[in-house]
């Protein structure tokens, strides 16, 4: 029956401390994770500024790319054929049309306004902020890195304090080294 009991406290303590072990596991990680964050919050932030520029960056250069193409073969047909030159000028300096059978529908200034407005929205295809990116955004703020900072050495303090070596293991030390 002492055997059974023996086993049994020495089988509480392997559990107790896994136990142990896995909140310290879990309060340093959260510590060292909120620390890190607090330190590296506006670099992510660069970070992310500067990819939103690389991207609307080569969408403005595509759109670019774009109109070079659509001026090169406007101009190779301007080359080709000379009514459409005709046709520009009309277009551009606002003079009569020669055209005897030509129809010319009129257009309003608010279907104009209508139309480049829809034109600008499709223009702008920047995806915007996710949640992670808000969430730096947050956290680099200058009062929210010091509450990381300040949360993340508290609960690696916790860690060491709370569960760190048990009280029964660090005097079996002493003593060894004591002898």
Do not use: W
């Amino acid at each position: 029956m002492v055997k059974l009991t023996v086993l049994r406290e020495e089988h509480m303590s392997k559990t107790a401390l896994f136990i142990r072990y896995i909140f310290f596991c879990l309060f340093f990680a959260v510590g060292a994770g909120s620390m890190t964050l607090s330190f590296i919050a506006p670099e992510l932030l660069k970070n992310y500024k500067s990819i939103d520029q690389l991207r609307l960056s080569e969408a403005n250069n595509e759109k670019l790319q774009q109109l070079i193409n659509t001026y090169d073969k406007q101009i190779e047909m301007a080359m080709t054929d000379p009514e459409i030159l005709a046709r520009l000028e009309e277009k551009i300096f606002g003079t009569e049309s020669t055209h005897e059978n030509a129809a010319f529908p009129q257009s309003s200034e608010g279907l104009t306004k209508l139309a480049r407005k829809a034109l600008s929205e499709t223009d702008q295809n920047v995806a915007p902020p996710t949640k992670f990116r808000k969430y730096i955004e947050h956290s680099a703020d200058k009062k929210n890195r010091l509450g990381l900072l300040y949360s993340g050495a508290a609960l690696i303090l916790i860690a060491f304090i709370c569960f760190g070596t048990p009280k029964r293991k660090r005097q079996k030390k002493n003593v060894k080294k004591g002898m």
